[in-house]
């Protein structure tokens, strides 16, 4: 490929690095605002997290960004530039994914714990900032690394709106070359390296987590494995 065809696809690098913090940042505080909530006390509180989760889950990502992109301005009057439309429907839709395993984290926590904040004189707000969360944030890390690489892969979507991403530059290099398997192939590593890059990353926020509670991430996989053996019988000592 000449320079300038190479300068187009890092520029689509660079736009989905954009979208993909971006998105990632909204998919985030969604999930545990919206995660939190589906804990609380109050039914409608409950009823309406579990309504968002239900909506967003079950439409298609795609969709999302179609109706964002050219449903809203019509409905509403409110035209999004291709960034923040694909920022809004990603971060949205895979919010509701992430309000899950937010959910699932809080109440795989010992509820002696929780009740050892009441014994305390804990508000619900101190309990969740200073009980819940340290023990179960680190726990949720290794489902929200699978679902940014997921959400890495949702980033090619945006294309369909002409956003300058990777996928929609590599298929303008792919058009101006005549060629197909050379681009794809670069496409498919390129999107590789990003998401082996996020795995890495998770990983060490995941063993600085845990070591700032007492877990070590090594030991708790060695222990498990020991007790699958003696339950199983299998991998264990003759």
């Known amino acids: 490929m000449t320079s300038g065809l190479w300068d187009l696809v890092l520029k689509g690098v660079w736009t989905t690095v954009q979208l993909l913090v971006l998105s990632g940042l909204l998919m985030t505080a969604v999930a545990f605002v919206v995660g939190v909530a589906r804990t609380s006390r109050l039914w409608i509180v409950r009823f309406l997290a579990g309504l968002y989760t239900e909506v967003f889950r079950g ?9 964002v992109f050219f449903v809203l301005p019509v ?17 949205l839709t895979y919010g509701a994914y992430g309000s899950e395993i937010v959910r699932g984290g809080l109440n795989a926590v010992d509820p002696a714990q929780q009740e050892g904040g009441i014994a305390l004189s804990f508000t619900p707000w101190q309990r969740l900032r200073l009980i819940l969360l340290p023990q179960a944030v680190p726990e949720m890390i290794p489902s929200f690394c699978n679902l940014l690489v997921e959400l890495l892969k949702g980033t090619a979507l945006v294309s369909i709106t002409g956003m300058g991403d990777l996928a929609f530059s590599g298929n303008l290099v792919r058009l101006a070359l005549q060629e197909s398997a050379h681009i794809y192939t670069y496409l498919l590593l390129i999107y590789f390296v990003i998401a082996f890059v996020i795995t890495r990353l998770m990983r060490g926020l995941e063993k600085r987590l845990k070591a700032g509670i007492g877990k070590d991430p090594g030991s708790e996989r060695s222990a498990r494995e020991e007790k699958r053996a003696q339950t199983t019988g299998v991998g264990g000592v003759a």
């Not at 439409?59 to 109706?67: D, E, H, P, R, Y």
């Open 59 to 67: 439409t298609s990502a795609l969709v999302m960004i179609f109706w």
């Open 75 to 91: 409905a509403f009057g409110w035209q999004l530039v291709p960034l923040w439309a694909g920022t809004l429907a990603l971060g």
